[in-house]
Structures are given as structure tokens and as C-alpha cells.
């Protein structure tokens, strides 16, 4: 994947009740608020072609996938916010 087009991935995925916000930040960093929580989980992110991987800075880590324009991520839908 090229830089352009991970770029189109950047920026805040929200899952449809507005519950859960995730920010992918430029530098690799991921930002997750739940709730009312700001930066209830932090950590980076990698790419490769339309998966994502997670690594927080407690050491767990996840990954989802993009599909049609939709984050799949833990068993939740996530649309980018406009």
C-alpha cells in the first residue's frame, strides 16, 4: 500500500452509537476514547494493504480489517467520521 492511499485511513472511526471514538493519528499512534473516557486506550497502529494492527501501550494487541469503506475492529463496526 502506498502512503497516499494509507492516508485515506487517518483521522476519527466511530462506531455507529458514537460509544466508541478511535483516532489514527499520522506519527502511528492511536488515540481511543469509550464513553465519556478520553484516551481510554493509547498505542500504535501499522498497516498493511486493508488490515490494521494494534499494539497499546499495555502490550496487548488486536488488528481489524477495512472493508468497503467500514473498520472491522474487535467485533465492532467503525465509519469514518466526515
Request: proline share 1%; net charge negative; charged share 30%.
Amino acid at each position: 500500500m502506498s502512503r497516499e492511499q494509507s492516508k485515506s485511513y487517518l483521522g476519527m472511526w466511530v462506531t455507529e452509537d458514537g460509544y466508541i471514538r478511535q483516532e489514527l493519528l499520522p506519527d502511528g499512534r492511536y488515540d481511543e476514547a469509550r464513553g465519556k473516557k478520553q484516551s481510554a486506550y493509547t498505542g500504535r497502529y501499522w498497516i498493511e494493504g486493508d488490515h490494521i494492527h494494534y499494539k497499546d501501550d499495555t502490550g496487548f494487541s488486536a488488528a481489524g480489517d477495512f472493508m468497503d469503506g467500514v473498520l472491522h475492529h474487535g467485533g465492532y463496526l467503525f465509519y469514518k467520521q466526515k
